[in-house]
T-cell receptor
Framework: AQTVTQSQPEMSVQEAETVTLSCTYD???????LFWYKQPPSRQMILVIR??????QNATENRFSVNFQKAAKSFSLKISDSQLGDAAMYFC???????????????FGKGTKLSVIP | EPEVTQTPSHQVTQMGQEVILRCVPI?????FYWYRQILGQKVEFLVS????????KSEIFDDQFSVERPDGSNFTLKIRSTKLEDSAMYFC?????????FGSGTQLSVL
């Protein structure tokens, strides 16, 4: 079974600075997807960024980028130019590529609470 | 942007009672899901639903749970006889292509 570990329960960053959130995972599969989700106080889970394991290039979405190290099974999220609106819970998640078409079973980490200091 | 809507946002019930959690997925989505998060623990997959039937379920999703799409818009999760350990945040989600859209959740408290 796959597991996802986020070792930082809480992090803080000064506004406009850069912060990196860590995520490691364990799997025996070679093809899979990795995600970062954001959960602000509104509680809605919002997709931040997605990475396919077969792609060597790290995914980027505006101020958000990942450092995907497949051999090390590491998937960290870097937030540049942090804004007050980035304050939220961030979840790392894994999905197997071998699931059926209808399946979308995500395995989540426990989350990292990010605070942004003005 | 279209959203997944969940009602109610909070539900309090007595142990042994039945509860129905309601979700309105995004209108042109075909795949629907329920996840839950017990306080302080990980978000866990419960069930996936496609073409009016369950396509996958986890060990958590036992006979006390059922899902239904009673009409063209709603997607419900029923817990037949609630237990204290069912207290959690329940998230509905719907999917288009490879993107999953979550609702804001229903906080269920079982007393």
């Amino acid at each position: 079974a796959q597991t996802v570990t986020q070792s930082q329960p809480e992090m803080s960053v000064q506004e406009a600075e850069t912060v990196t959130l860590s995520c490691t995972y364990d799997t025996s599969e070679s093809d899979y997807y990795l995600f970062w989700y954001k959960q602000p106080p509104s509680r809605q889970m919002i997709l931040v960024i997605r990475q396919e394991a077969y792609k060597q290039q790290n995914a980027t979405e505006n101020r958000f980028s990942v450092n995907f190290q497949k051999a090390a099974k590491s998937f960290s999220l870097k937030i540049s130019d942090s804004q007050l609106g980035d304050a939220a819970m961030y979840f790392c998640a894994y999905r197997s590529s071998y699931s059926g078409a209808g399946s979308y079973q995500l395995t989540f980490g426990k989350g990292t609470k990010l605070s942004v200091i003005p | 942007e279209p959203e997944v809507t969940q009602t109610p946002s909070h539900q309090v019930t007595q142990m042994g009672q039945e509860v129905i959690l309601r979700c309105v997925p995004i209108s042109n989505h075909l795949y629907f899901y329920w996840y839950r998060q017990i306080l302080g623990q990980k978000v866990e997959f419960l069930v996936s639903f496609y073409n009016n039937e369950i396509s996958e379920k986890s060990e958590i999703f036992d006979d006390q749970f059922s899902v239904e799409r009673p009409d063209g818009s709603n997607f419900t999760l029923k817990i037949r006889s609630t237990k204290l350990e069912d207290s959690a945040m329940y998230f509905c989600a719907s999917r288009q292509l490879q993107k999953l859209f979550f609702g804001s959740g229903t906080q269920l408290s079982v007393l």
